[in-house]
């Protein structure tokens, strides 16, 4: 049995709890949170604590806080013998301040109140012993089928990839928005495409998907929906977007 | 009883015909196509003909052509009395040449070869008169569940929108591969974020559901990650969406 502190309250948090809790081979032994407030949710499911000094002994310390907190809160570990843990896609296993120090980033965006199958979440895990390692691939192997080994360097260019085709992705589909908004166009009608275009990724190259009139060239058509556009914004996201996708497909012609 | 001729052998003549044909109220007498080669796959079907003079008589007929070849084949129907229809997001109602014109826009991404539930695709009609607006809405009632009416222009800029939505999102897709490729990341890792950014957007506004160091103006971040991107349009495209992203939460701070 693999017993595990979570530090921190936040989403991840939640969400890692919930995933660890049905699994036999895991025992979540405490979540320490901040505030009393902040715990309220961990309360009825495990034992809970805001006292540093209080903290559990544990095989592994899960560090789901913030980027920027995770070498303090490593270094107020450091009288304990588990295996410091950060879950974080872009700081380099370095940062951690512990003799022992792991990372297991799961490779999703977590929405409070929405359940995931963390069956199908990518795990990329780090360590510096075999050790330890076994023991990250003990945990992400109980709760997801997809673990990946990565070293500090790779996972900071996996998660710049993740910022591509999560947070420049959403906010197209916000520009999509704003065009639909302004000549009274419901978004409903876009996001069975959104889902599509999602979909057809899961089993296609983004690359052989590709369609539209700056895949085919077609000068006409970028031309006319250039104009069309009204805010400034649209026209140059238009404009450079247009332009990359026609860079990607030049040597085609 | 509804009869339709499909006029092109495209991808998505293929998928509209799949949905009409196990409707009882629709029947496609003739799918009229340029060649007996392009002709293939709708032979054990339905009847067809690559012969303009030997086109059926219909209550509707349905251009599964290219936009640029709408104005030209219409022309070549102005003797028969059924409602010349297109199917394109971008072409107004206008170029068809016709006596009765219509439009029929069904807002999906369709890839050969993968079949689609045409009940969750929202098809967008226009029509000239109440009469041949009844006869688009019979056509696009017994396919799908959702069904808009939407003048030309508003079309044009739905049309936009999915560029956005669609085109330029699954060219986000490609960059991140690329960058994945760059480190010997398999892009894989990638795919289930992909699919749960869509997902998400289902139920949630994108505004509500952007995240990221652009949303939370976090500069360190934005530049570190400009600085370890290494092709010029990658670095580009990342500063050019993180701007986009700040200009639209900057009234939040």
């Not at 510096?128 to 390692?133: A, H, Q, R, V």
């Amino acid at each position: 049995m693999l017993s595990i502190v979570i530090i921190g309250t936040g989403n991840l948090a939640e969400h890692l709890l919930d995933a660890f809790l049905p699994k036999e081979a895991l025992k979540v032994v405490q979540v320490v949170g901040r505030s009393q407030v902040s715990l309220a949710p961990f309360k009825r499911k495990v034992p809970t604590t805001t006292d540093f000094l209080n903290i559990a002994d544990a095989d592994l310390y899960l560090l789901a806080v913030s980027d920027d907190a995770i070498r303090d809160v490593s270094e107020r570990l450091s009288h304990k013998d588990g295996l410091a843990t950060h879950i974080s896609g872009s700081v380099p296993l370095q940062e951690i301040q512990h003799k022992r120090r792991g990372v297991f980033y799961p490779v999703q965006s977590f929405t409070k109140g929405k359940p995931i199958d963390f069956k199908e979440v990518p795990i990329c895990l780090e360590a510096e012993s075999k050790t330890d390692l076994e023991l990250l691939r003990l945990l992400a192997g109980s709760v997801s089928e997809t673990i990946h080994e990565m070293h500090s360097e790779q996972r900071q260019y996996l998660h710049l990839a993740a910022v591509f085709a999560n947070n420049f992705t959403n906010h197209l589909y916000h520009l999509a928005r704003e065009i639909c908004d302004g000549r009274n166009i419901p978004f409903d009608v876009l996001r069975p495409l959104i889902g599509e275009t999602a979909r057809k990724i899961q089993s296609m190259s983004p690359y052989d998907a590709q369609t539209g009139p700056a895949r085919r060239q077609d000068r006409g058509t970028l031309e006319k929906h250039g104009s069309l556009l009204e805010e400034q914004n649209h026209k140059t996201m238009y404009k450079r977007l247009s332009e990359s996708i026609q860079k990607t497909y030049a040597k085609e012609l």
